[in-house]
Antibody
């Protein structure tokens, strides 16, 4: 049973960058997808994009193009999401999840990482 | 961009049936997935491909999808079903889209 464990909460200054990790336990990345979703306080879910770790293929939601980078380390079964040029509106919980099937459904999810952007 | 519209809230008495709708342009031609999110927790997949239940999800949860509306139905509602529910589709181009979310309150 695959579980996704994310890195801890972060507090960042406006204009800086943050890198969140997502480690898979109980399995390998195999051929599946890792997706990233964020949720601002009191708001809904927002899809940021996806990576297929085994080939390094990425797709980013247009809103985040140029500001977000997804990477993965197959040897440690860990995916990463780096968001740059942070602003207060980026304050949110960031989730990773495994994408399954075609079209992808997301299961399971990581526990989430709170990123707070504040001066 | 593709938009999915859900009612902000649904209230239901214990033991009754809750129906959560997800509206989108010809959504019946897409596969719809549903997630349950309880306060302070990550979302959990409760329905996929319109009407398939993941392992561990009670049979009380069912789904349908036709025309411009997909529906998640929760029968014999229990207190533990109180949560936010989100629908999700692949827009057919490059993005996954989530619905606006519905808060289910058990009276």
């Amino acid at each position: 049973q695959v579980q996704l464990v994310q890195s801890g909460a972060e507090v960042k200054k406006p204009g800086s960058s943050v890198k969140v990790s997502c480690k898979a336990s109980g399995g390998s990345f195999s051929s599946y997808t890792i997706i990233w979703v964020r949720q601002a306080p009191g708001q809904g879910l927002e899809w940021m994009g996806r990576i297929i770790p085994i080939v390094g293929l990425t797709n980013y939601a247009q809103k985040f193009q140029g500001r977000v980078t997804f990477t993965a380390d197959i040897s440690t079964i860990t995916a990463y999401m780096e968001l740059s040029s942070l602003r207060s509106e980026d304050t949110a919980v960031y989730y990773c999840a495994r994408g399954l099937g075609d079209p992808n459904r997301f299961d399971p999810w990581g526990q989430g990482t709170l990123v707070t952007v504040s001066s | 961009s593709y938009v999915l519209t859900q009612p902000p809230s649904v209230s239901v008495a214990p033991g009754k049936t809750a129906r959560i709708t997800c509206g989108g342009d010809i959504i019946g031609s897409k596969s719809v997935h549903w997630y349950q999110q309880k306060p302070g927790q990550a979302p959990v997949l409760v329905m996929y491909n319109d009407r398939d239940r993941p392992s561990g999800i009670p049979e009380r949860f069912s789904g349908s999808n036709s025309g411009n509306t997909a529906t998640l139905t929760i029968s014999r509602v229990e207190a533990g079903d109180e949560a936010d529910y989100y629908c999700q589709v692949w827009d057919g181009h490059s993005d996954h889209v989530f619905g606006t979310g519905t808060k289910v309150t058990v009276l």
